[in-house]
């Protein structure tokens, strides 16, 4: 008999992504990873035994035990924040295999498509790309009673078997046993088993260890076997592009080119995703600086334009503007002084309203430190590119108080070096004299 069996647990699949998802219909950005803590601690409050498909120790693509665990869970939690089509399709299977136990969660943010109009969808709130504490508390104890009142009615909540009463559900000839092994392995220690043989989860907690030390070359190995296993997933494939050109291995520009390889998979030439966007312009912006090589500088340019426009951030935004500085120095060089004039002043403009952004972020108060100097820092380099003195004064010193490592002021100060050395060859400068 194996441990969850022992234990006499009921298990709860939650059907949800993982990491940090965009929604695209508002822009706004959710940890995923901080909503499933809360729902993890709801359900083993409750009396059950919880997993994600991330959680599940397994070889090769997740399809069998993600469908086995869909199928036979005693209850399966299905959370469809940021219009998640998988989370959709895999509740639509779920309705089709069983009569019950069944509950939806979303984001208050979720507008109810038309087929979900009639059903109950439970609602958290993100503050910020996490939850906070008073909400956190609340949900939790909400989703905590609904699931102990619905696994103990048992009563039909599937559409399918409400409206098709004489439906009958399939039935399975295997014991109900790889469920329970699939939570029984989710609740161990890490595995020394080889690579693939590891779950999502610990292969991504390995993931952030090594990013955290730096060591984007491991991190690429490890995130090349959770896309073995999940090769559908953006947000592996944006993780992979990032920790390859951040290995510089074999050597910068190798992989560079590496990343935006992997990174089409994404089909960022028309894609409204702003994480891929954002990926697709930082390539860009480094193969520009190695090549100098104009098509690089225009196809980063037109990313975080529309990274920018589609999310609304300052990311996207204060480096769409510090590269429409480059290109202007670019056209004011070769005699293109209309064109040089125009992306300069845009910039101006997009600086403005970065400001803004990060001032509303600022009075929201819900960043974390790091992110707190970066919105700070932000906000500095886009004073300096105003050539306001008061402000970039202001912002340098909060962003100094802010700043909990000594690198984080030395990336600043050397962006901002050269944005300065672009402000000093101002296409405007004619206009002055």
Known sequence: MNNAESQGKNVCFVVQGFGEKTDFTTGRKFNLDASYGVIKEAVEEAGLQCIRADEIQHSGVIDEPMYEMIYQADLVIADLSTYNVNAAYELGV???LK?????????EGLKNPFDF????????KHLGEDLGYAEAHRFKKDLKEAIIEITNAQQTDSPVYTFLKDLQPPVEERENQAIRF????AEGEASSEPILDQSVKTLLDQVHAAKKKGDFASAKIFL????????????????????????????????????LDILKKLGPETSNDPETLGLWGAVH????????????LDEAIAAYERGFYLKQDYYNGINFAFLLNVRAAVEEQTGNHAEAIADFITARRVRNDVLQICQNALESGVQSEADKYWILATMWE????????????????????????????????????????????????????
Do not use: C
């Open 94 to 96: 779920r309705y089709g």
């Open 99 to 107: 009569p019950f136990a069944t509950i939806i969660v979303a984001e």
């Open 117 to 124: 109009s009639h059903i109950v969808i439970r609602r958290y």
């Open 182 to 185: 699939a939570a029984t392995e």
């Open 224 to 259: 090349q076997a959770i896309l073995q296993m999940r090769p559908n997933d953006d947000y592996v494939v944006q993780q992979l592009a990032l920790a390859t050109y951040k290995s510089e291995s074999p050597n910068a520009k190798a992989a560079l080119e590496e990343a």
């Open 285 to 296: 912006k480094r193969l520009w600086d190695l090549s100098n090589e104009a098509t690089f």
């Open 382 to 433: 886009a004073a300096v590119g105003l050539e306001n003195e008061a402000e970039v004064s202001k912002w340098e010193r909060q962003a100094e108080v802010a700043a909990t490592e000594d690198w984080m002021l030395g990336s600043t100060r050397t962006q901002l070096k050269k944005l300065q050395g672009l402000l000093a060859e101002s296409p405007l400068r004619h206009l002055r004299d």
